[in-house]
Protein backbone atom coordinates (compact mmCIF):
# COMPACT_ATOMS: atom_id res chain seq x y z
CA UNK A 1 0.00 0.00 0.00
CA UNK A 2 1.58 3.54 -0.94
CA UNK A 3 1.78 5.45 1.95
CA UNK A 4 2.67 9.48 1.15
CA UNK A 5 5.57 10.68 2.56
CA UNK A 6 7.68 7.87 2.66
CA UNK A 7 10.83 7.75 0.43
CA UNK A 8 12.42 4.07 -0.27
CA UNK A 9 15.91 5.35 1.12
CA UNK A 10 17.37 2.25 3.19
CA UNK A 11 19.92 -0.12 1.33
CA UNK A 12 21.65 -2.47 3.76
CA UNK A 13 18.89 -2.11 6.40
CA UNK A 14 16.08 -2.49 3.93
CA UNK A 15 13.12 -4.05 5.81
CA UNK A 16 10.64 -6.67 3.97
CA UNK A 17 7.48 -5.28 5.45
CA UNK A 18 6.62 -2.09 7.36
CA UNK A 19 3.86 -1.61 9.32
CA UNK A 20 2.73 1.74 10.28
CA UNK A 21 0.22 4.13 11.59
CA UNK A 22 -0.98 1.27 13.88
CA UNK A 23 -2.01 0.82 17.65
CA UNK A 24 0.61 -2.09 18.58
CA UNK A 25 0.61 -3.77 21.43
CA UNK A 26 3.80 -5.11 21.83
CA UNK A 27 3.16 -7.43 25.13
CA UNK A 28 6.56 -6.32 25.88
CA UNK A 29 6.62 -4.47 29.04
CA UNK A 30 9.51 -2.93 28.16
CA UNK A 31 7.41 -0.83 25.41
CA UNK A 32 4.17 -1.88 25.73
CA UNK A 33 2.94 0.20 22.97
CA UNK A 34 4.55 1.71 19.48
CA UNK A 35 2.93 2.75 15.83
CA UNK A 36 5.24 1.25 13.51
CA UNK A 37 7.07 -2.15 13.09
CA UNK A 38 9.69 -3.62 10.75
CA UNK A 39 10.63 -6.94 9.96
CA UNK A 40 13.73 -8.24 7.98
CA UNK A 41 14.79 -12.06 6.91
CA UNK A 42 11.39 -12.89 9.28
CA UNK A 43 12.40 -11.31 12.20
CA UNK A 44 11.45 -7.66 13.64
CA UNK A 45 14.15 -5.51 13.34
CA UNK A 46 12.30 -2.18 14.61
CA UNK A 47 9.42 -1.34 16.91
CA UNK A 48 8.86 2.15 17.16
CA UNK A 49 7.29 5.05 15.84
CA UNK A 50 6.60 5.52 11.80
CA UNK A 51 9.69 8.13 11.62
CA UNK A 52 11.79 4.93 13.41
CA UNK A 53 10.82 2.74 10.84
CA UNK A 54 11.39 5.27 7.61
CA UNK A 55 15.57 4.64 7.69
CA UNK A 56 13.81 1.22 6.99
CA UNK A 57 12.30 1.44 4.17
CA UNK A 58 13.63 0.82 0.93
CA UNK A 59 12.69 0.22 -3.13
CA UNK A 60 11.47 -3.61 -2.34
CA UNK A 61 9.61 -2.99 1.14
CA UNK A 62 6.35 -3.62 1.40
CA UNK A 63 4.84 -0.77 2.99
CA UNK A 64 0.84 -1.29 4.91
CA UNK A 65 -1.36 1.31 6.31
CA UNK A 66 -3.03 -0.05 9.32
CA UNK A 67 -5.22 2.71 9.84
CA UNK A 68 -5.32 3.09 13.26
CA UNK A 69 -6.23 -0.10 13.87
CA UNK A 70 -5.08 -2.29 16.49
CA UNK A 71 -1.93 -5.01 16.18
CA UNK A 72 -1.54 -7.55 18.60
CA UNK A 73 0.97 -10.52 18.40
CA UNK A 74 0.26 -13.77 16.47
CA UNK A 75 -2.30 -15.44 18.18
CA UNK A 76 -0.92 -18.92 19.35
CA UNK A 77 -3.47 -21.52 20.73
CA UNK A 78 -1.87 -23.91 22.70
CA UNK A 79 -4.13 -27.09 21.93
CA UNK A 80 -5.65 -27.51 18.51
CA UNK A 81 -6.00 -30.71 16.00
CA UNK A 82 -4.35 -28.82 13.37
CA UNK A 83 -3.17 -31.68 11.56
CA UNK A 84 -5.86 -34.09 11.48
CA UNK A 85 -8.47 -30.81 10.93
CA UNK A 86 -6.25 -30.03 7.97
CA UNK A 87 -6.36 -33.28 6.12
CA UNK A 88 -10.15 -33.15 6.59
CA UNK A 89 -11.19 -29.50 6.75
CA UNK A 90 -12.55 -29.29 2.84
CA UNK A 91 -14.52 -32.57 3.29
CA UNK A 92 -16.80 -30.78 6.41
CA UNK A 93 -19.90 -28.96 6.63
CA UNK A 94 -18.77 -26.13 9.25
CA UNK A 95 -21.64 -24.97 11.49
CA UNK A 96 -19.25 -22.63 13.30
CA UNK A 97 -21.11 -19.30 14.10
CA UNK A 98 -24.64 -20.77 12.74
CA UNK A 99 -26.85 -19.22 14.82
CA UNK A 100 -30.05 -21.04 13.88
CA UNK A 101 -30.84 -24.88 13.38
CA UNK A 102 -33.13 -23.83 10.16
CA UNK A 103 -29.97 -22.43 8.61
CA UNK A 104 -27.88 -25.92 9.47
CA UNK A 105 -30.25 -28.08 7.56
CA UNK A 106 -30.79 -25.55 4.62
CA UNK A 107 -26.90 -26.02 4.62
CA UNK A 108 -26.69 -29.61 5.17
CA UNK A 109 -30.11 -29.95 1.92
CA UNK A 110 -28.08 -27.46 -0.40
CA UNK A 111 -25.03 -29.74 0.35
CA UNK A 112 -26.25 -33.13 -0.12
CA UNK A 113 -27.59 -32.44 -3.75
CA UNK A 114 -24.12 -31.32 -4.96
CA UNK A 115 -22.33 -34.65 -2.95
CA UNK A 116 -21.52 -36.99 -5.50
CA UNK A 117 -22.44 -40.73 -4.87
CA UNK A 118 -20.28 -42.71 -2.10
CA UNK A 119 -19.22 -39.44 -0.42
CA UNK A 120 -20.75 -38.16 2.86
CA UNK A 121 -21.89 -34.92 4.25
CA UNK A 122 -20.12 -34.58 7.54
CA UNK A 123 -20.91 -31.78 10.21
CA UNK A 124 -17.73 -32.63 12.69
CA UNK A 125 -17.89 -29.85 15.49
CA UNK A 126 -17.41 -26.89 16.45
CA UNK A 127 -20.95 -25.73 17.28
CA UNK A 128 -23.68 -26.93 20.18
CA UNK A 129 -27.28 -27.11 19.93
CA UNK A 130 -27.57 -24.23 23.01
CA UNK A 131 -25.85 -21.60 20.21
CA UNK A 132 -28.93 -22.48 17.98
CA UNK A 133 -32.42 -20.27 18.32
CA UNK A 134 -33.92 -23.46 18.41
CA UNK A 135 -31.56 -24.77 21.26
CA UNK A 136 -31.45 -28.49 19.95
CA UNK A 137 -30.23 -30.99 18.06
CA UNK A 138 -31.49 -32.12 14.53
CA UNK A 139 -33.38 -34.64 14.43
CA UNK A 140 -32.72 -38.53 12.70
CA UNK A 141 -35.91 -37.72 10.51
CA UNK A 142 -34.69 -34.11 9.50
CA UNK A 143 -31.61 -35.54 8.27
CA UNK A 144 -33.62 -38.27 6.17
CA UNK A 145 -35.62 -35.57 4.94
CA UNK A 146 -32.53 -32.85 3.58
CA UNK A 147 -30.57 -36.36 2.17
CA UNK A 148 -32.74 -39.45 1.92
CA UNK A 149 -29.80 -41.09 -0.52
CA UNK A 150 -26.43 -39.14 0.46
CA UNK A 151 -24.90 -40.30 3.91
CA UNK A 152 -25.08 -37.71 6.65
CA UNK A 153 -22.88 -37.90 10.12
CA UNK A 154 -23.65 -35.15 12.51
CA UNK A 155 -21.20 -34.99 15.32
CA UNK A 156 -22.71 -32.55 18.37
CA UNK A 157 -19.61 -32.44 20.85
CA UNK A 158 -18.27 -35.56 22.99
CA UNK A 159 -21.80 -36.51 23.37
CA UNK A 160 -23.74 -37.85 21.12
CA UNK A 161 -23.74 -38.38 16.47
CA UNK A 162 -27.19 -38.37 14.57
CA UNK A 163 -26.82 -40.27 11.32
CA UNK A 164 -29.30 -40.45 8.50
CA UNK A 165 -30.59 -43.89 7.26
CA UNK A 166 -28.16 -43.81 4.16
CA UNK A 167 -25.09 -43.22 6.66
CA UNK A 168 -26.39 -46.05 8.84
CA UNK A 169 -26.75 -48.42 6.05
CA UNK A 170 -23.04 -46.92 4.92
CA UNK A 171 -21.57 -47.22 8.18
CA UNK A 172 -22.65 -51.43 8.41
CA UNK A 173 -24.93 -50.32 11.64
CA UNK A 174 -27.83 -53.12 12.06
CA UNK A 175 -30.05 -54.38 14.96
CA UNK A 176 -27.16 -57.07 15.33
CA UNK A 177 -24.14 -54.70 15.65
CA UNK A 178 -23.56 -55.16 19.38
CA UNK A 179 -22.47 -51.70 21.61
CA UNK A 180 -18.88 -51.17 21.69
CA UNK A 181 -17.31 -50.47 25.11
CA UNK A 182 -17.99 -47.04 26.44
CA UNK A 183 -20.44 -46.55 23.94
CA UNK A 184 -24.24 -46.67 22.36
CA UNK A 185 -26.06 -47.46 19.41
CA UNK A 186 -29.60 -46.24 20.22
CA UNK A 187 -32.42 -48.49 19.09
CA UNK A 188 -36.10 -48.83 18.30
CA UNK A 189 -39.01 -50.72 19.75
CA UNK A 190 -38.04 -52.94 16.62
CA UNK A 191 -34.06 -53.18 17.85
CA UNK A 192 -33.17 -51.63 15.00
CA UNK A 193 -30.51 -48.42 15.12
CA UNK A 194 -32.60 -45.45 15.16
CA UNK A 195 -29.79 -43.12 14.13
CA UNK A 196 -28.31 -41.47 17.25
CA UNK A 197 -25.28 -43.09 18.49
CA UNK A 198 -23.87 -41.98 22.02
CA UNK A 199 -20.74 -41.42 23.88
CA UNK A 200 -21.38 -43.37 26.96
CA UNK A 201 -18.88 -41.70 28.16
CA UNK A 202 -15.88 -42.44 25.64
CA UNK A 203 -16.27 -40.41 22.08
CA UNK A 204 -14.50 -43.82 20.39
CA UNK A 205 -17.74 -44.64 19.38
CA UNK A 206 -18.44 -41.48 17.55
CA UNK A 207 -14.56 -41.28 15.91
CA UNK A 208 -14.45 -44.73 15.23
CA UNK A 209 -18.21 -44.23 12.63
CA UNK A 210 -16.54 -40.96 11.15
CA UNK A 211 -13.20 -42.88 10.02
CA UNK A 212 -15.58 -45.03 7.93
CA UNK A 213 -16.00 -42.19 5.30
CA UNK A 214 -14.23 -41.33 2.35
CA UNK A 215 -10.81 -39.45 2.91
CA UNK A 216 -8.94 -37.48 0.68
CA UNK A 217 -5.95 -38.72 -1.36
CA UNK A 218 -2.44 -37.15 -2.35
CA UNK A 219 -2.64 -33.67 -3.30
CA UNK A 220 -6.22 -33.04 -2.04
CA UNK A 221 -4.77 -33.57 1.39
CA UNK A 222 -1.92 -31.19 0.66
CA UNK A 223 -4.58 -28.39 -0.71
CA UNK A 224 -7.03 -29.06 2.26
CA UNK A 225 -4.68 -28.46 4.99
CA UNK A 226 -3.17 -25.35 2.99
CA UNK A 227 -7.19 -23.93 3.24
CA UNK A 228 -7.14 -24.96 6.73
CA UNK A 229 -4.42 -23.34 7.63
CA UNK A 230 -5.48 -19.92 5.82
CA UNK A 231 -8.69 -19.86 7.56
CA UNK A 232 -6.49 -20.56 10.39
CA UNK A 233 -4.87 -17.46 9.87
CA UNK A 234 -7.79 -15.19 9.70
CA UNK A 235 -8.32 -15.26 13.12
CA UNK A 236 -4.78 -13.86 13.40
CA UNK A 237 -3.18 -17.16 13.81
CA UNK A 238 0.02 -17.50 13.55
CA UNK A 239 1.41 -20.45 15.71
CA UNK A 240 -0.71 -24.17 16.75
CA UNK A 241 0.83 -26.61 19.11
CA UNK A 242 -0.69 -29.84 17.59
CA UNK A 243 -2.10 -32.05 20.50
CA UNK A 244 -2.21 -35.08 18.51
CA UNK A 245 -4.99 -37.31 19.00
CA UNK A 246 -7.15 -40.65 18.10
CA UNK A 247 -7.23 -41.36 15.09
CA UNK A 248 -3.57 -39.22 14.19
CA UNK A 249 -0.96 -42.08 13.24
CA UNK A 250 3.01 -41.05 13.49
CA UNK A 251 4.44 -40.60 10.66
CA UNK A 252 1.52 -41.62 8.46
CA UNK A 253 -0.92 -38.58 9.10
CA UNK A 254 2.44 -36.62 9.77
CA UNK A 255 3.88 -36.76 6.46
CA UNK A 256 0.97 -33.88 4.85
CA UNK A 257 2.57 -31.23 6.76
CA UNK A 258 5.86 -32.32 6.86
CA UNK A 259 5.52 -32.32 2.94
CA UNK A 260 4.38 -28.77 2.63
CA UNK A 261 6.74 -27.17 5.63
CA UNK A 262 9.77 -29.13 3.20
CA UNK A 263 8.02 -26.68 0.00
CA UNK A 264 8.05 -23.67 2.25
CA UNK A 265 3.86 -23.79 2.11
CA UNK A 266 2.74 -23.85 6.06
CA UNK A 267 1.42 -20.51 6.72
CA UNK A 268 1.07 -21.49 10.63
CA UNK A 269 3.54 -22.58 12.86
CA UNK A 270 3.83 -26.03 14.32
CA UNK A 271 4.41 -27.49 17.11
CA UNK A 272 3.34 -31.02 17.54
CA UNK A 273 2.72 -34.06 19.66
CA UNK A 274 3.07 -37.97 19.58
CA UNK A 275 -0.03 -40.34 20.71
CA UNK A 276 0.31 -44.10 20.82
CA UNK A 277 -2.51 -45.29 19.14
CA UNK A 278 -2.81 -48.65 20.31
CA UNK A 279 -3.53 -50.08 23.25
CA UNK A 280 -1.11 -52.39 24.76
CA UNK A 281 1.51 -51.31 22.92
CA UNK A 282 2.24 -47.60 24.32
CA UNK A 283 5.31 -47.95 25.78
CA UNK A 284 7.06 -49.92 22.97
CA UNK A 285 5.92 -46.42 20.49
CA UNK A 286 7.24 -44.28 22.90
CA UNK A 287 10.56 -46.10 22.77
CA UNK A 288 10.42 -46.41 19.43
CA UNK A 289 9.86 -42.84 18.64
CA UNK A 290 12.59 -41.86 21.36
CA UNK A 291 15.10 -43.72 19.45
CA UNK A 292 13.76 -41.93 16.41
CA UNK A 293 13.38 -38.37 17.19
CA UNK A 294 14.36 -35.57 20.04
CA UNK A 295 11.71 -32.37 21.37
CA UNK A 296 12.79 -29.70 19.78
CA UNK A 297 13.83 -31.02 16.50
CA UNK A 298 12.88 -29.52 13.82
CA UNK A 299 12.76 -25.47 13.11
CA UNK A 300 10.46 -22.44 13.72
CA UNK A 301 7.84 -24.15 11.20
CA UNK A 302 7.22 -27.15 12.19
CA UNK A 303 9.16 -28.89 15.33
CA UNK A 304 8.43 -31.80 17.81
CA UNK A 305 7.69 -30.78 21.40
CA UNK A 306 6.77 -33.80 22.86
CA UNK A 307 4.55 -36.66 23.79
CA UNK A 308 0.49 -37.14 24.54
CA UNK A 309 -2.07 -35.58 24.85
CA UNK A 310 -3.02 -39.63 25.85
CA UNK A 311 0.50 -41.61 27.42
CA UNK A 312 -1.54 -44.77 27.65
CA UNK A 313 -5.04 -45.36 26.89
CA UNK A 314 -5.97 -46.76 30.86
CA UNK A 315 -4.98 -43.36 31.80
CA UNK A 316 -7.69 -41.49 29.93
CA UNK A 317 -11.08 -40.27 31.46
CA UNK A 318 -13.51 -38.69 28.63
CA UNK A 319 -15.43 -35.56 29.52
CA UNK A 320 -19.09 -36.15 28.17
CA UNK A 321 -20.78 -33.92 30.51
CA UNK A 322 -23.61 -35.55 29.82
CA UNK A 323 -22.76 -38.71 31.35
CA UNK A 324 -21.23 -39.44 34.48
CA UNK A 325 -17.97 -38.59 35.71
CA UNK A 326 -15.96 -42.18 34.01
CA UNK A 327 -13.92 -44.52 36.71
CA UNK A 328 -10.94 -45.36 35.76
CA UNK A 329 -9.57 -49.39 36.08
CA UNK A 330 -7.34 -49.89 39.35
CA UNK A 331 -4.05 -50.52 38.79
CA UNK A 332 -3.45 -48.25 35.35
CA UNK A 333 -0.33 -46.58 36.98
CA UNK A 334 2.01 -49.60 36.34
CA UNK A 335 2.07 -48.88 32.82
CA UNK A 336 1.57 -45.16 33.10
CA UNK A 337 4.55 -44.95 35.31
CA UNK A 338 6.74 -47.04 32.77
CA UNK A 339 5.82 -44.44 29.80
CA UNK A 340 6.56 -41.82 32.27
CA UNK A 341 9.79 -42.65 33.27
CA UNK A 342 11.20 -43.53 30.03
CA UNK A 343 10.15 -40.08 29.02
CA UNK A 344 11.80 -38.05 31.77
CA UNK A 345 14.91 -40.09 31.60
CA UNK A 346 15.18 -39.44 27.93
CA UNK A 347 14.36 -35.45 28.06
CA UNK A 348 11.09 -35.90 26.76
CA UNK A 349 8.19 -33.55 27.62
CA UNK A 350 4.75 -34.36 27.72
CA UNK A 351 0.54 -32.93 28.18
CA UNK A 352 -1.90 -35.02 29.80
CA UNK A 353 -5.63 -34.95 28.73
CA UNK A 354 -7.02 -34.78 32.15
CA UNK A 355 -10.65 -33.67 33.17
CA UNK A 356 -11.43 -34.47 36.26
CA UNK A 357 -9.32 -33.64 39.72
CA UNK A 358 -9.97 -37.53 40.16
CA UNK A 359 -7.66 -38.97 37.16
CA UNK A 360 -4.82 -35.53 38.00
CA UNK A 361 -4.44 -37.11 42.19
CA UNK A 362 -3.59 -40.68 40.71
CA UNK A 363 -1.10 -39.30 37.94
CA UNK A 364 0.49 -36.60 40.33
CA UNK A 365 1.10 -39.53 42.82
CA UNK A 366 3.39 -41.28 40.12
CA UNK A 367 5.29 -38.12 39.21
CA UNK A 368 5.81 -37.37 43.18
CA UNK A 369 6.94 -41.27 43.51
CA UNK A 370 9.47 -40.32 40.44
CA UNK A 371 10.49 -37.05 41.73
CA UNK A 372 12.30 -39.36 44.76
CA UNK A 373 14.49 -40.38 42.10
CA UNK A 374 15.10 -36.68 40.13
CA UNK A 375 12.84 -36.81 37.78
CA UNK A 376 10.29 -34.38 39.23
CA UNK A 377 11.35 -31.37 38.32
CA UNK A 378 13.63 -32.01 35.88
CA UNK A 379 13.46 -29.19 33.18
CA UNK A 380 11.58 -31.47 30.53
CA UNK A 381 8.25 -29.51 29.89
CA UNK A 382 4.84 -31.27 30.96
CA UNK A 383 1.34 -30.20 31.25
CA UNK A 384 -2.10 -30.82 32.12
CA UNK A 385 -4.94 -29.87 29.75
CA UNK A 386 -8.12 -29.02 29.95
CA UNK A 387 -8.49 -29.58 34.14
CA UNK A 388 -11.71 -28.62 34.87
CA UNK A 389 -12.13 -29.92 38.03
CA UNK A 390 -8.88 -29.61 39.59
CA UNK A 391 -8.58 -28.58 42.47
CA UNK A 392 -6.20 -26.08 44.38
CA UNK A 393 -4.23 -29.11 46.56
CA UNK A 394 -3.72 -30.11 42.97
CA UNK A 395 -2.60 -27.20 41.60
CA UNK A 396 -0.14 -26.49 44.78
CA UNK A 397 1.48 -30.06 43.45
CA UNK A 398 1.64 -29.33 40.15
CA UNK A 399 3.81 -26.07 40.74
CA UNK A 400 6.07 -28.13 43.22
CA UNK A 401 6.62 -30.60 40.24
CA UNK A 402 7.18 -27.73 37.57
CA UNK A 403 4.18 -28.73 35.88
CA UNK A 404 2.07 -26.14 33.09
CA UNK A 405 -1.58 -26.27 32.27
CA UNK A 406 -3.37 -25.65 28.66
CA UNK A 407 -6.77 -25.03 28.93
CA UNK A 408 -9.99 -24.61 26.55
CA UNK A 409 -13.25 -23.07 26.30
CA UNK A 410 -14.89 -26.64 26.10
CA UNK A 411 -17.81 -25.15 28.39
CA UNK A 412 -17.88 -22.43 25.81
CA UNK A 413 -20.10 -25.12 23.85
CA UNK A 414 -20.85 -27.90 26.84
CA UNK A 415 -21.21 -25.20 30.13
CA UNK A 416 -25.45 -25.82 30.05
CA UNK A 417 -24.86 -29.57 30.04
CA UNK A 418 -21.57 -29.32 32.97
CA UNK A 419 -23.75 -27.05 35.15
CA UNK A 420 -26.79 -29.92 34.95
CA UNK A 421 -24.63 -32.41 36.31
CA UNK A 422 -22.52 -30.81 39.00
CA UNK A 423 -24.33 -27.77 39.61
CA UNK A 424 -23.34 -23.90 39.21
CA UNK A 425 -21.15 -24.08 42.27
CA UNK A 426 -18.87 -26.38 40.86
CA UNK A 427 -19.02 -24.80 37.22
CA UNK A 428 -17.71 -21.50 38.66
CA UNK A 429 -14.41 -22.53 39.20
CA UNK A 430 -14.25 -24.76 36.11
CA UNK A 431 -11.85 -24.56 35.29
CA UNK A 432 -10.36 -22.30 37.86
CA UNK A 433 -8.28 -20.22 36.22
CA UNK A 434 -8.02 -17.10 38.53
CA UNK A 435 -6.17 -19.63 41.09
CA UNK A 436 -3.82 -21.70 38.34
CA UNK A 437 -2.54 -18.09 37.61
CA UNK A 438 -1.88 -16.86 40.97
CA UNK A 439 0.25 -19.68 41.59
CA UNK A 440 2.31 -18.88 38.88
CA UNK A 441 1.86 -21.37 36.54
CA UNK A 442 2.27 -21.13 33.40
CA UNK A 443 -1.79 -21.34 31.53
CA UNK A 444 -2.02 -21.23 28.18
CA UNK A 445 -5.39 -20.99 26.06
CA UNK A 446 -6.80 -23.23 23.32
CA UNK A 447 -9.86 -24.37 21.69
CA UNK A 448 -9.32 -27.99 21.11
CA UNK A 449 -11.01 -27.48 18.20
CA UNK A 450 -11.87 -28.97 15.52
CA UNK A 451 -14.29 -31.56 16.77
CA UNK A 452 -15.60 -29.95 20.11
CA UNK A 453 -15.30 -26.17 19.90
CA UNK A 454 -14.29 -24.34 17.08
CA UNK A 455 -11.13 -22.93 15.89
CA UNK A 456 -12.27 -19.44 16.06
CA UNK A 457 -9.57 -18.14 19.06
CA UNK A 458 -11.73 -15.18 19.71
CA UNK A 459 -14.70 -17.35 21.00
CA UNK A 460 -12.18 -18.38 23.57
CA UNK A 461 -11.22 -15.04 24.03
CA UNK A 462 -14.41 -14.01 25.04
CA UNK A 463 -14.70 -17.33 27.48
CA UNK A 464 -11.89 -16.18 29.30
CA UNK A 465 -13.26 -12.76 29.48
CA UNK A 466 -17.04 -13.23 30.08
CA UNK A 467 -17.30 -16.61 31.58
CA UNK A 468 -20.35 -17.19 29.20
CA UNK A 469 -20.98 -20.26 27.11
CA UNK A 470 -21.93 -19.69 23.63
CA UNK A 471 -25.57 -19.77 24.41
CA UNK A 472 -25.13 -16.63 26.72
CA UNK A 473 -24.86 -18.52 29.79
CA UNK A 474 -22.98 -16.78 32.49
CA UNK A 475 -20.83 -19.90 33.96
CA UNK A 476 -17.61 -18.74 35.34
CA UNK A 477 -18.40 -15.44 37.57
CA UNK A 478 -16.09 -12.42 37.76
CA UNK A 479 -13.72 -13.92 40.66
CA UNK A 480 -12.29 -16.66 38.25
CA UNK A 481 -12.37 -14.44 35.02
CA UNK A 482 -9.55 -13.04 33.27
CA UNK A 483 -8.55 -9.48 31.96
CA UNK A 484 -8.11 -8.92 28.19
CA UNK A 485 -4.81 -8.34 28.79
CA UNK A 486 -4.15 -11.62 30.54
CA UNK A 487 -6.57 -13.96 28.41
CA UNK A 488 -4.45 -12.49 25.00
CA UNK A 489 -1.13 -13.10 26.73
CA UNK A 490 -2.71 -16.71 27.56
CA UNK A 491 -2.91 -16.83 24.08
CA UNK A 492 0.94 -15.43 22.82
CA UNK A 493 3.30 -15.66 25.42
CA UNK A 494 2.28 -18.62 27.40
CA UNK A 495 1.83 -20.56 23.74
CA UNK A 496 5.20 -19.95 23.19
CA UNK A 497 6.44 -21.16 26.60
CA UNK A 498 4.92 -23.89 26.30
CA UNK A 499 6.90 -24.82 23.12
CA UNK A 500 10.46 -23.35 24.76
CA UNK A 501 10.25 -20.59 22.33
CA UNK A 502 9.45 -18.00 24.90
CA UNK A 503 12.76 -15.84 23.80
CA UNK A 504 11.68 -15.51 20.03
CA UNK A 505 7.27 -15.35 20.37
CA UNK A 506 4.57 -14.06 21.46
CA UNK A 507 5.71 -10.53 22.49
CA UNK A 508 6.99 -7.72 19.78
CA UNK A 509 10.25 -6.74 19.89
CA UNK A 510 13.52 -6.72 17.93
CA UNK A 511 14.87 -9.81 17.89
CA UNK A 512 11.41 -11.79 17.93
CA UNK A 513 9.62 -13.64 14.82
CA UNK A 514 7.58 -10.96 13.00
CA UNK A 515 4.33 -12.68 13.75
CA UNK A 516 1.39 -10.41 14.09
CA UNK A 517 -1.79 -9.46 13.37
CA UNK A 518 -3.90 -6.17 11.92
CA UNK A 519 -7.34 -6.69 13.66
CA UNK A 520 -10.74 -5.57 12.47
CA UNK A 521 -11.79 -4.08 15.82
CA UNK A 522 -9.55 -2.81 18.84
CA UNK A 523 -9.56 -5.86 20.92
CA UNK A 524 -9.12 -3.76 23.71
CA UNK A 525 -12.27 -1.22 23.37
CA UNK A 526 -15.07 -2.80 21.60
CA UNK A 527 -17.99 -4.16 24.02
CA UNK A 528 -17.48 -7.62 25.45
CA UNK A 529 -19.83 -9.11 23.87
CA UNK A 530 -18.06 -8.09 20.43
CA UNK A 531 -14.89 -9.89 21.15
CA UNK A 532 -16.10 -13.04 19.34
CA UNK A 533 -16.67 -11.25 16.36
CA UNK A 534 -13.27 -9.89 15.78
CA UNK A 535 -10.90 -11.35 12.96
CA UNK A 536 -7.93 -10.44 11.14
CA UNK A 537 -7.59 -7.95 8.10
CA UNK A 538 -4.12 -8.87 7.77
CA UNK A 539 -2.03 -11.60 9.00
CA UNK A 540 1.87 -12.05 9.01
CA UNK A 541 4.31 -14.71 10.07
CA UNK A 542 7.55 -14.53 9.67
CA UNK A 543 7.41 -11.31 7.60
CA UNK A 544 5.05 -13.22 5.34
CA UNK A 545 1.34 -12.10 4.46
CA UNK A 546 -0.26 -15.08 4.76
CA UNK A 547 -3.95 -13.77 5.15
CA UNK A 548 -5.29 -10.69 3.81
CA UNK A 549 -9.11 -9.12 3.80
CA UNK A 550 -10.82 -5.47 3.25
CA UNK A 551 -8.25 -2.93 2.31
CA UNK A 552 -5.35 -4.96 2.38
CA UNK A 553 -7.67 -7.99 -0.09
CA UNK A 554 -5.05 -9.57 -3.13
CA UNK A 555 -1.59 -8.44 -0.62
CA UNK A 556 -1.61 -12.60 0.91
CA UNK A 557 -0.21 -15.43 -1.52
CA UNK A 558 -2.24 -17.38 -4.40
CA UNK A 559 -3.44 -21.13 -2.97
CA UNK A 560 -4.78 -23.21 -5.04
CA UNK A 561 -8.76 -23.61 -5.16
CA UNK A 562 -10.63 -25.95 -2.84
CA UNK A 563 -10.44 -29.61 -4.77
CA UNK A 564 -12.92 -31.61 -5.20
CA UNK A 565 -15.25 -28.98 -6.87
CA UNK A 566 -18.35 -30.35 -4.21
CA UNK A 567 -16.36 -29.45 -1.10
CA UNK A 568 -18.63 -27.41 1.54
CA UNK A 569 -15.62 -24.59 2.49
CA UNK A 570 -15.99 -24.45 -1.78
CA UNK A 571 -19.63 -23.01 -1.63
CA UNK A 572 -20.23 -22.26 2.07
CA UNK A 573 -16.37 -21.57 3.66
CA UNK A 574 -15.89 -22.43 7.10
CA UNK A 575 -16.52 -20.26 10.06
CA UNK A 576 -19.98 -18.52 9.58
CA UNK A 577 -19.27 -14.80 10.77
CA UNK A 578 -22.23 -13.69 12.23
CA UNK A 579 -22.76 -9.76 12.69
CA UNK A 580 -22.09 -7.93 15.54
CA UNK A 581 -24.71 -7.47 18.21
CA UNK A 582 -24.83 -3.78 18.80
CA UNK A 583 -25.01 -2.03 21.74
CA UNK A 584 -27.61 -2.50 24.59
CA UNK A 585 -30.21 0.32 25.33
CA UNK A 586 -27.74 2.07 27.70
CA UNK A 587 -24.83 1.46 25.33
CA UNK A 588 -26.60 2.65 22.79
CA UNK A 589 -27.96 6.22 24.96
CA UNK A 590 -24.39 6.67 25.90
CA UNK A 591 -23.31 6.49 22.65
CA UNK A 592 -25.87 8.92 21.00
CA UNK A 593 -24.56 11.32 23.86
CA UNK A 594 -21.18 10.88 22.90
CA UNK A 595 -22.42 12.12 19.46
CA UNK A 596 -24.03 14.86 20.53
CA UNK A 597 -20.56 16.05 22.89
CA UNK A 598 -18.85 15.50 19.27
CA UNK A 599 -21.53 17.62 16.74
CA UNK A 600 -20.98 20.73 19.46
CA UNK A 601 -16.89 20.31 19.49
CA UNK A 602 -17.10 20.66 15.59
CA UNK A 603 -19.48 23.36 16.30
CA UNK A 604 -17.22 25.44 18.61
CA UNK A 605 -14.08 24.19 16.21
CA UNK A 606 -16.12 25.93 13.20
CA UNK A 607 -16.95 28.73 14.79
CA UNK A 608 -13.36 29.75 16.15
CA UNK A 609 -12.58 29.77 12.05
CA UNK A 610 -15.14 31.99 11.77
CA UNK A 611 -16.54 29.70 9.57
CA UNK A 612 -20.03 29.70 11.65
CA UNK A 613 -21.95 32.13 14.36
CA UNK A 614 -20.46 31.68 17.56
CA UNK A 615 -23.27 31.17 19.70
CA UNK A 616 -24.26 28.40 21.54
CA UNK A 617 -26.38 25.67 19.95
CA UNK A 618 -30.09 25.90 20.09
CA UNK A 619 -32.73 23.33 19.40
CA UNK A 620 -35.92 24.81 17.71
CA UNK A 621 -38.66 22.59 18.02
CA UNK A 622 -42.21 24.18 16.46
CA UNK A 623 -44.72 22.48 18.65
CA UNK A 624 -42.90 25.25 21.43
CA UNK A 625 -42.48 27.90 19.49
CA UNK A 626 -44.87 30.61 20.43
Not at 165 to 171: E, I, M, P
Not at 320 to 345: D, I
Not at 372 to 394: C, I, K, Y
Not at 557 to 583: C, N
Request: net charge negative; charged share 25%.
Amino acid sequence: MPVGGLVPSATDNAADLVVRNAKIHTGDPVRPQAEAIAVRDGVITVVGDDKDVALHVGPATKVVDALGRRVVPGLNDSHLHVIRGGLNYVLELRWDGVPTLRQGLAMLREQAARTPKGQWVRVVGGWSAEQFAERRLPTVAELNAAAPDTPVFVLHLYQSAVLNRAALKASGYTRDTPDPKGGQIVRGRDGEPTGMLLAAPSALILYSTLAKAPVLDGEDKKTSTRHFLRELNRFGLTSAIDAAGGFQNFPDNYSTVVELAKAGKLSLRIAYHLFPQTAGQEIDDLARWIEMARPEDGDEWLRLNGAGENLTWAAADFENFAQPRPELAPGYEAEFEKAVRLLMENGWGFRLHATYDDTIRRDLAIFEKLAADGLFPAGNRWLFDHAETVSADSLDRIAALGGAMSVQNRLSFQGEAFVRRYGPGAAADAPPIRAMLERGLTVGAGTDATRVSTYNPWVALHWLVSGRTVGDLVVRPPHNRVDRRTALSMFTEAGAALTGEEGVKGVLRPGCLGDLAVLSEDYFAVPEPDIAHIESLLTVVGGRIVYAAAEYEGLDEELPPVSPEWSPVAHFGGYQATPRIGPSGARQAELLGQAVAESEQHRQWRARRGLAPDTESTVFDPCFSL
